[in-house]
């Protein structure tokens, strides 16, 4: 990773930006859309926007723990990106893991946890190699959340939450009646609420990403392709996320 300044006052960082270090999302998530098109636009292979972007990422991560934001949740790859060519998969676990492997230390220098959610038994046996390392490395680690979907699906993880609970309930250890918001969210992958929801690449789109979660969200689309995607721009949606109200239901 290119920028690993060590973490001074994220606040004071914050202000510099002139952003308000007390209304940043606690939870950030972020649609990284526009790799191929970013190629493609090139005339290049597709495979060469999803490298570019692996550098946007390192980017974007440090800049967030830079501002303290305390959970940011990364799209790295949906459930439907299953469905892409062979060789394009392919190229995005290579990728993935190259990043894993790359990322470790600069993890552990920002005190960064990684979690990851998803149907990880997906994955191949080479990524969950060095996902699993990862995770137990940063498994202490106090600073910033990087939770990586990887193989996620917003649907599957909610049946995977319903079988949880069908299965308790099926042993006798849960009443139908006792199944409240509260039950759910502890069964999915991760159920942290949802600040903000940055998408790329233009897109208005949730494509399956954090549907529990993010209810509440608010959701700023960014027209850059996520190879493009600056600090400056990040600053932008940060500003227009601070000038939005945020009601719950409420008057
Ligand atoms: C996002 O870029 C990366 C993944 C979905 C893995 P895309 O690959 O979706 O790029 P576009 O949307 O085709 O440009
Ligand atoms: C969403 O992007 C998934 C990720 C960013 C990993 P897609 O490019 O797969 O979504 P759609 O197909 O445009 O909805
Ligand atoms: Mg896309």
């Known amino acids: 990773m290119?920028?690993?300044?060590?973490?001074?006052?994220?606040?004071?960082?914050?202000r510099s930006l002139g952003l308000d270090p007390a209304r940043l999302p606690r939870h950030l998530a972020v649609i990284m859309d526009g790799n191929g098109r970013w190629?493609?636009?090139?005339g290049w292979e597709r495979f060469l926007g999803h490298r570019?972007?692996?550098d946007t990422v390192r980017a974007i991560t440090t800049e967030c723990v830079q501002l303290g934001i305390q959970r940011l949740?990364?799209?790295?790859?949906?459930?439907?990106?299953?469905?892409?060519?062979?060789?394009?998969?392919?190229?995005?676990?290579?990728?993935?893991?190259?990043?894993?492997?790359?990322?470790?230390?600069?993890?552990?220098?920002n005190n960064v946890r990684l979690q990851a959610i998803g149907r990880l038994d997906r994955l191949p046996a080479e990524v969950r190699a060095v996902l699993d390392a990862n995770l137990a490395a940063t498994a202490g680690n106090t600073g910033m959340v990087l939770c990586l979907a990887l193989s996620y699906?917003?649907?599957?993880?909610?049946?995977?939450?319903?079988?949880?609970?069908?299965?308790?309930?099926?042993?006798?250890?849960?009443?139908?009646?006792?199944?409240?918001?509260?039950?759910?969210?502890?069964?999915?992958?991760?159920?942290?609420d949802v600040d903000l929801v940055i998408r790329t690449a233009g897109e208005q789109r949730i494509s399956n990403f954090l549907p529990w979660q993010a209810a509440y969200a608010e959701f700023v689309t960014s027209q850059p392709l996520w190879p493009d995607f600056t600090l400056d721009d990040l600053r932008a949606c940060l500003i227009e996320y601070q000038g939005r109200e945020r009601r719950f239901g409420l008057v």
């Open 2 to 14: 290119a920028a690993t300044a060590a973490i001074r006052d994220p606040a004071a960082h914050a």
């Open 39 to 42: 190629a493609r636009k090139r």
């Open 153 to 192: 699906g917003g649907r599957d993880e909610l049946v995977d939450a319903c079988r949880r609970l069908a299965a308790r309930a099926a042993r006798g250890e849960l009443l139908p009646e006792a199944i409240d918001t509260d039950a759910v969210q502890a069964e999915l992958y991760a159920g942290d």
């Open 73 to 109: 949740t990364l799209y790295a790859f949906s459930s439907e990106n299953w469905s892409r060519p062979p060789r394009e998969i392919a190229v995005l676990m290579e990728l993935l893991a190259q990043f894993l492997r790359s990322e470790l230390p600069v993890m552990q220098e």
């Open 52 to 54: 570019r972007g692996a």
